[in-house]
C-alpha cells in the first residue's frame, strides 16, 4: 500500500482480555517498529523488527506484550491480560532500514474498560 | 539513558507572532527529529537534522542543531492558525537507527 497501515483504528476491550493489534508496513520495508503513545506524551519504542527476527524488544513494558512477524511484513503486536494502564495509542512505523527513516502509521487508539 | 526534554509544553500564540520551541537531548545522538501531530492523528514527519549546525526550512518553520549543546530549536515565524498542533522532537543514534526516543511534545496554539 501508499502507506503504513494499523488495524483496527480504535479497539476498545475489557480489563484482563487479550487483543492483537496489525499493522501492515509499506511494501518492501524491512524494518518495523512499534511504539506507544499514552494520553499527552511522546510516544515510546517498545520494538523493533529487521526481517522476521525482534532486533530489539527492550521496549515491551512485560511479558504480557508480545509482537510476531512471521513472514517479515505484516506485524501482530498482541497484549495478555489486558490492564486499564494499557490503554493507548500504539504506534507502527516501518523504514527500507540501513539507517531510511520511518514513516508512520495512524495507530490503533485501544481502550480498556 | 537517553532523555529529551522539550520546552515549553504549552505555547499560545498570537498570529503574526513569532516563537521558539526548544529540545535538549541528555547524550550524543545521531539524528534529530522534528514531528508535527494533529489530534487524532500519526506523527508528520518535518525535519531530520544529521549534523552539527544543519539549517533546515520548511515554510514558516525552520529547525537548526548544535550537537556540542545537544540542542534544537524550532522557530515559528509570522504564525498562522494552520500551525496550531502538537510538536515532538525526537532523537536515535547510528548503532539504532529508528529506534526513537521522544520528547514530551510542545502543543502550540495560534489564535487571532
Known amino acids: 500500500g501508499a502507506g503504513v497501515s494499523q488495524t483496527p483504528s480504535n479497539k476498545v476491550t475489557e480489563k484482563g482480555k487479550y487483543v492483537e493489534l496489525r499493522c501492515d508496513p509499506i511494501?518492501?520495508?524491512?524494518?518495523l517498529y512499534w511504539y506507544r503513545q499514552s494520553l499527552g506524551q511522546g510516544p515510546e519504542f517498545l520494538i523493533y523488527f529487521q526481517g522476521t527476527g525482534a532486533a530489539d524488544d527492550s521496549g515491551l513494558p512485560n511479558d504480557r506484550f508480545f509482537a510476531v512477524r512471521p513472514e517479515g511484513s505484516v506485524s501482530t503486536l498482541k497484549i495478555q491480560r489486558t490492564e486499564r494502564g494499557d490503554s493507548a495509542v500504539y504506534l507502527c512505523?516501518?523504514?527500507?532500514?540501513?539507517?531510511?527513516?520511518?514513516?508512520f502509521g495512524q495507530g490503533t487508539r485501544l481502550t480498556v474498560v | 539513558e537517553l532523555k529529551v526534554e522539550q520546552n515549553p509544553l504549552f505555547l499560545s500564540m498570537q498570529e503574526g507572532k513569532n516563537y521558539t520551541i526548544y529540545c535538549n537531548y541528555s547524550t550524543t545522538s545521531d539524528r534529530l527529529y522534528w514531528y508535527r501531530q494533529d489530534p487524532g492523528k500519526s506523527l508528520e514527519s518535518l525535519f531530520v537534522?544529521?549534523?552539527?549546525?544543519a539549517v533546515k526550512q520548511e515554510g514558516r518553520l525552520m529547525a537548526s542543531l548544535d550537537t556540542k549543546a545537544r540542542l534544537s530549536t524550532l522557530h515559528i515565524t509570522a504564525a498562522v492558525h494552520d500551525l496550531s498542533a502538537t510538536y515532538f522532537c525526537a532523537v536515535d543514534r547510528a548503532s539504532s537507527y529508528g529506534k526513537l526516543t521522544f520528547g514530551q511534545g510542545t502543543i502550540l496554539t495560534v489564535h487571532p
Open positions: 512505523a516501518s523504514s527500507s532500514g540501513g539507517g531510511t527513516e520511518a514513516f
Open positions: 537534522l544529521l549534523s552539527n549546525g
Open positions: 511494501s518492501g520495508h524491512t524494518a
